[in-house]
């Protein structure tokens, strides 16, 4: 079955300054990468998703690039802020099957 | 739109007993619902498949006789708990697949489990 692997497991950055998120998985029919922040206690929420037939997607300070020959998906975070703070959690999924997670990334931003 | 509830959000048991946990797509029909758990500071690691009138899919290492799931009709899906114990003490999360978008998946409020 599909395996993702997701690093760093924690990430400290200063406001305003750039965050990077990697990760990497193992199955080659997988076409779906939604990329989730989790806050604790709460439900994942979407907040930026690729599909395989696209090399990178931008929705305002968060974008997504993919590179289906590596086999790896990064989360780029600009001009972060505090709010940004929780963990993040990529995952794929072929055709909107189930989803494999990573491991997650818990995001600090110190003001 | 794309809206999934949970019920109950916090639920405390004693060991031994069965717990069931509901959840609904409220405005959109959900041929496919998936069942997560989460352990603390750890990943969501998907339970099982349910595909309305269907039985459900278990992953590797569920016990489906423990772990009872129905998907009675397009818009709820149940996961009961049977027998618990303290080791089942997780965050269950529910998500839901709607076919005008199939690839995204829109997740419950999840259900935290308590067994003492």
């Known amino acids: 079955g599909e395996n993702v692997e997701q690093h760093p497991s924690t990430l400290s950055v200063q406001e305003g300054d750039s965050a990077v998120i990697k990760c990497t998985y193992s199955d080659s029919a997988s076409n779906y990468f939604p990329w989730y922040k989790q806050e604790l206690g709460k439900r994942p929420q979407l907040i930026i998703d690729?599909?395989?037939?696209?090399g990178e997607k931008k929705d305002q300070r968060i974008a997504v690039t993919l590179n289906k020959t590596a086999k790896h998906f990064s989360l780029h975070i600009t001009e972060t802020q505090p709010e940004d703070s929780a963990v993040y959690f990529c995952?794929?999924?072929?055709?909107?099957?189930?989803?494999?997670f990573g491991g997650g990334t818990r995001l600090m931003v110190k003001p | 739109g794309a809206v999934v509830s949970q019920h109950p959000s916090r639920v405390i048991c004693k060991s031994g007993t069965s717990v069931k946990i509901e959840c609904r797509s409220l405005d959109f029909q959900a041929t496919t619902m998936f069942w997560y758990r989460q352990f603390p500071k750890q990943s969501l690691m998907l339970m099982a498949t349910?595909?309305?009138?269907?039985?459900?899919?278990?992953e590797q290492g569920v016990e489906k006789d423990k772990f009872l799931i129905n998907h009675a009709s397009l818009t709820l899906s149940t996961l009961t708990v049977t027998s618990a114990h303290p080791e089942d003490s997780s965050f269950y999360i529910c998500?839901?697949?709607?076919?005008?978008?199939?690839?995204?998946?829109?997740f419950g409020p999840g259900t935290r489990l308590t067994v003492t």
């Open positions: 690729i599909r395989s037939n696209v």
């Open positions: 998500s839901a697949r709607s076919p005008s978008t199939p690839y995204e998946q829109y």
């Open positions: 349910s595909n309305e009138g269907s039985k459900a899919t278990y």
């Open positions: 995952a794929a999924s072929m055709g909107g099957n189930m989803l494999t």
